[in-house]
């Protein structure tokens, strides 16, 4: 179209300013990018970058290796062993079902397992690893290995589980490792970022949950780069944290083995050996017991109701957690305190009937027609009820409960141990408390016989044993060192008793296995340099004297037995309760001797140190034992 | 004025117009397009594979094309102004009946070879119309109400045949496009002032509708409006791009974490990093030097067109060149503006840069229509 030259001059005048205009506009916002870039890239430079670091880098935890565990010998009762699992990789594997059913063709894996590996795969990114299935033998790994080409995205893998070759001997000292669970959370103040690990280990019960702060070490972490979906791209670095310090324990796995075997020829039964030198705990024993690398693996719902529904108790560590009436084998204490009140002579004796008449009720002796005239050593090696009566009534509750404190009774030791016992020393505050009532000196006359109030453990009966023979406030321990340093023996003060008491209480006991007329004359140790001094008890359960061979399992008294031994230089104490195991001098008597034979001699002892007429017995009854081999053959073990 | 008024013979021909070429302004468009090469380099992992070669071959392509426009004379393509916008208008309703779906919208007719967007193809002509209307009118009728309201409808149309795709990014810059070609030919500044005004009120209108029968949005145009307002409210979700993309450019500091270094891009925290994000790499790697060089370059190729536009007594001429320029612009500052979460996420590529073929043909013809109005501008002398 034809246009004046006017028109030309207005229209490009006009388009120019309106040129000048809209370049203007675009300058201005040209400048707001630019100090947006400013802003962003100079100004919050810093916190973008920290943002863009936390986008790539991820901390992964790793976990420390556990400390081990070993006896005074240094056998190892706690490891961690190879775990070898089988491990898939879904985007590797393609189709998961079907690369899992080839990989069942060739390993036995039940169904639970496979189930369970299939809800983890679909929940997690295609390229994170999913156990199918784990605690495998070396022989089903190599299966896998070897099969590799037509198995792709399964692999074999390996990592640390623990597992206690000893199985079920030291159950329930060391207890066992579990994964850690919501409640354990919930329960324990510990901020460990370990504890988030996905099926991480943790003591449970025992030495393993009491030790935990010094088994797990401390975590180490991988610093490792990844990109948007998750999927590692590199480790940029690494710290493998520190191991956990290893634990020596005072236990010996030979004794203990021995221990538990022989135990086990009983029904429910436990018996404690200590050093009665150190304090060392070196046998801690339970009959019935269980595996605990079942607990490790994770115990099937079946085999977890077998042991709670059994009468008899496998979960229950019963020489620290057992609080029984420690039944004549109290008397020593009562004995003790008489002496130190001033109330009774080595030569007095005092007039045995049969029963001690108080007010409308009799108090009974466990011989019916009574002992006649007995002394303090006659009392103990007969184990003569009304002595003790008699004595009760004389020293009054007060004092024989200070006394029996002495020994350990009513302490509840500090061993790393799962609820160990206080068990119970009554007085007179003590009833009012719990029962609202006064004391009756009835109780003080059951008290004396260890019946009524009293309770002890295994462990406090075998501490008691202990200060006897040495007259000293042995404190019973369990570890030994601790990440290889030794905690110092503190040397034990000596017990606030004249010697010449304690000599006699000695004299009795010796007398109790080692005189025709003592209790424990048949489970008498023939050596004279290892002659044993014992006691024996038996508890009733029910306030009627019975008959124990027609009353069901659980109404029978409880069989106790407590000794020491060599008499002249003693070196272990030794305590047995046979629950419902009937007498104390038939059922518990012959398990001490045994275990205190094995302790002395560090292996099996020799069948001449039993009296003659036992030993074809014995003979017998060794063969019977489930014991380890290295047990069996026993004695090569250094005993310094 | 009119080719028919001043003297041809002052306008160059032949083989000899190669010289009167705006060299500056091709290197300027080069030197933009090798930052695009280097980042689709990089963000491939350091591989020409799979973005940066086809790019270059692009490129070349664009730049023949660009010549090919330059050398015809600029009366040619006034007079051809029509003819391409009907042609764009069909093949955005080609697109409406035959489109491939892609990316959740139908914007792309499969040639074979490549895949072309009209809507892309539409920007140039809806530019390359209105200047030739304008050419046309009577420059004392520009503000009339009825010959405004013929531009309107030449806008209104192809605007609303992209929001039918839908794509609003798109739409938008259509409609800014046209718009600041009517600001440029003189359309009374009460007209724009109304716009403005209407906006407002219709941004008003479209977030009071929010929810009522009478919607004016797409449910995922207003979570795409809530995601800018507010990136934070769902950065795992569609707030992620944008916060990702805002990490990257500010942890790229002064000087950047170095050519391939940027964690962001490589450890694929960016999406759509070789298209609508690339700007985010470049940032990341180069830093603030490397982003602010970009924008400086490209304020430099607006510049020119500017400059060039108000010494072009051409009429056509002056208002396609301002026309490219301003769509040019508009691609620029709305894609930085996006990934620096200033403006809402539109799906507008970085001019030159981010990986795609029409979008590049489309503004080398556009430039190629710059360079043939500054060749056959008239000269009086």
């Not at chain 1, 221990?259 to 086990?264: G, I, Q, T």
Request: charged fraction near 20%; glycine fraction near 10%; include cysteine.
């Amino acid at each position: 179209m034809k246009r004046s030259p006017k028109d030309t001059e207005a229209s490009t005048r006009l388009v120019t300013r309106r040129a000048a205009v809209l370049g203007g506009v675009q300058l201005c916002l040209a400048g707001v990018l630019g100090w947006r870039m400013r802003q962003m890239q100079v100004e919050q430079a810093d916190q973008f970058r920290l943002l863009a670091e936390e986008n790539r880098i991820n901390i992964r935890l790793i976990a420390p290796a556990r400390g081990l565990i070993f006896d005074r010998n240094g056998t190892p009762l706690a490891e961690n062993a190879q775990n070898y699992r089988v491990v898939i990789v879904r985007e590797d594997a393609g189709d998961v079902e079907a690369a899992i059913a080839r990989l069942r063709q060739l390993i036995y894996i039940d169904d639970d397992e496979v189930e369970r590996a299939l809800k983890e795969i679909s929940r997690r990114s295609p390229f994170v690893p999913v156990t199918i299935t784990e605690q495998r033998s070396w022989d089903d790994v190599a299966i896998v290995a070897v099969n590799a080409p037509a198995l792709p995205g399964i692999t074999p893998d390996v990592g640390l589980s623990r597992h206690y070759p000893l199985g079920q001997d030291f159950a329930h000292v060391i207890g066992y490792v579990g994964p850690v669970s919501d409640y354990d959370l919930g329960r324990i103040e510990d901020d460990d970022p370990l504890l988030q690990i996905p099926k991480f280990q943790i003591g449970k019960t025992g030495v393993e949950q009491k030790y935990e702060h010094d088994l797990r070490g401390s975590a180490g972490a991988r610093r490792i780069e990844v990109n948007a979906a998750g999927r590692v791209m590199r480790e940029l670095d690494r710290d493998d944290g520190v191991p956990g310090s290893d634990l020596q324990l005072t236990v010996d796995s030979g004794l203990q083995n021995f221990c538990e075997a022989r135990l086990a020829l009983g029904l429910s039964a436990s018996a404690v050996v200590m050093d009665i030198e150190t304090g060392d705990l070196t046998a801690v024993g339970n009959a019935p017991s269980f595996d605990p690398n079942k607990f490790v693996r994770g115990i099937s719902v079946a085999d977890y109701r077998d042991l709670t529904g059994n009468k008899y108790r496998p979960l229950a560590n019963k020489a620290v957690q057992g609080a029984y009436p420690p039944g004549s084998t109290f008397k020593m204490l009562v004995t003790l305190a008489a002496l130190d009140a001033g109330e009774l002579n080595a030569t007095e004796t005092i007039y045995c009937g049969g029963f001690t008449k108080l007010g409308d009720r009799r108090f009974h002796c466990w011989k019916r027609g009574g002992h006649g005239r007995v002394n303090l050593e006659q009392s103990l090696q007969q184990s003569c009820d009304v002595f003790y009566y008699e004595l009760a009534q004389r020293v009054g509750i007060e004092r024989i409960a200070e006394c029996a404190r002495a020994f350990g009774i009513g302490e509840r030791f500090d061993l790393p141990m799962s609820a160990v016992t206080a068990g119970v020393m009554p007085d007179m505050d003590w009833k009012r408390d719990r029962y609202g009532e006064s004391w009756k000196v009835g109780d003080s006359l059951n008290a004396a016989i260890g019946q009524g109030f009293v309770l002890s453990s295994p462990l406090q009966l075998a501490v008691m044993s202990a200060r006897i023979a040495s007259g000293r406030a042995v404190m019973p321990r369990l570890v030994k060192s601790v990440d290889g340093v030794e905690i110092p023996l503190e040397s034990a003060a000596p017990l606030p008793f004249r010697p010449e008491h304690l000599a006699l209480i000695r004299k009795g006991m010796y007398s109790v296995s080692n005189t025709a007329r003592g209790t424990a004359f048949r489970s008498r140790i023939e050596p004279p340099a290892l002659k044993l001094a014992g006691k024996t008890g038996t508890s009733q359960v029910r306030s009627v004297v019975v008959d124990n061979s027609e009353v069901p399992w659980e109404q029978r008294d409880h069989a106790l037995f407590v000794a020491y031994a060599p008499y002249d230089t003693p070196r272990y104490a030794v305590s047995v309760v046979i629950e419902h195991g009937g007498g104390g001098s038939s059922a518990a008597a012959p398990v001490a001797r045994d275990i205190m034979l094995y302790a002395l001699h560090g292996g099996l002892p020799p069948l001449d140190a039993y009296p003659a007429a036992d030993r074809r017995g014995v003979e017998e009854m060794f063969a019977r034992l489930d014991l380890r081999e290295t047990t069996r053959a026993g004695g090569e073990r250094s005993r310094a | 004025m009119s080719y028919l008024e001043y003297n041809v013979k002052r306008v160059p021909s032949g083989p000899g117009k190669v010289l009167y070429l705006n060299w500056p302004l091709l290197l300027l468009l080069s030197a933009v397009a090798a930052v695009g090469f280097l980042m689709l380099y990089s963000v491939a992992g350091g591989s020409l594979e799979p973005w940066a070669e086809p790019q270059m071959k692009r490129f070349a392509l664009g730049v023949v094309a660009m010549f090919a426009v330059a050398m015809v004379p600029l009366w040619l393509w006034r007079n051809l102004a029509g003819v391409a916008y009907l042609g764009s208008v069909l093949l955005l309703l080609a697109v409406e009946f035959f489109g491939t779906t892609g990316m959740g919208a139908q914007r792309w007719i499969d040639l074979g070879f490549m895949r072309l967007q009209p809507s892309e193809l539409m920007k140039i002509a809806l530019v390359m119309m209105l200047a030739a209307y304008y050419d046309w009118l009577d420059i004392r009728k520009t503000s009339h109400p009825l010959w405004v309201v013929l531009p309107l409808i030449l806008i209104a149309v192809p605007v609303y045949l992209t929001l039918r795709q839908p794509d609003l990014g798109t739409a938008l810059l259509l409609v800014m496009g046209g718009g600041i070609v009517m600001f440029v030919a003189g359309v009374s500044w009460w007209y724009f002032g109304a716009v403005i005004a209407g906006g407002i009120g219709l941004v008003a209108a479209v977030f009071s509708s929010r929810g009522t029968s009478w919607q004016l949005l797409k449910d995922y145009q207003y979570r795409r409006i809530d995601t800018f307002l507010d990136p934070a409210s769902d950065p795992l979700g569609a707030g992620y791009h944008i916060t990702q993309s805002k990490i990257a450019l500010g942890s790229g500091g002064w000087t950047g974490r170095g050519f391939m270094q940027g964690t962001q891009s490589r450890l694929n925290f960016l999406p759509e990093k070789h298209t609508d994000f690339i700007f985010t790499t470049l940032a990341e790697e180069f830093g603030f030097i490397g982003a602010f060089s970009l924008l400086a370059l490209y304020v430099g190729i607006v510049a020119f067109c500017i400059v060039s536009a108000t010494r072009n007594r051409d009429r056509f001429g002056a208002l396609v060149t301002l026309g490219i320029g301003a769509t040019f612009f508009l691609f620029f500052a709305v894609n930085m503006a996006m990934v620096m979460g200033l403006a809402p996420v539109v799906g507008v590529p970085l001019p030159l840069v981010s990986y795609g073929g029409s979008a590049m043909l489309v503004l080398m013809v556009g430039f190629g229509l710059v360079q043939s109005a500054h060749i056959h501008r008239p000269r009086d002398r």
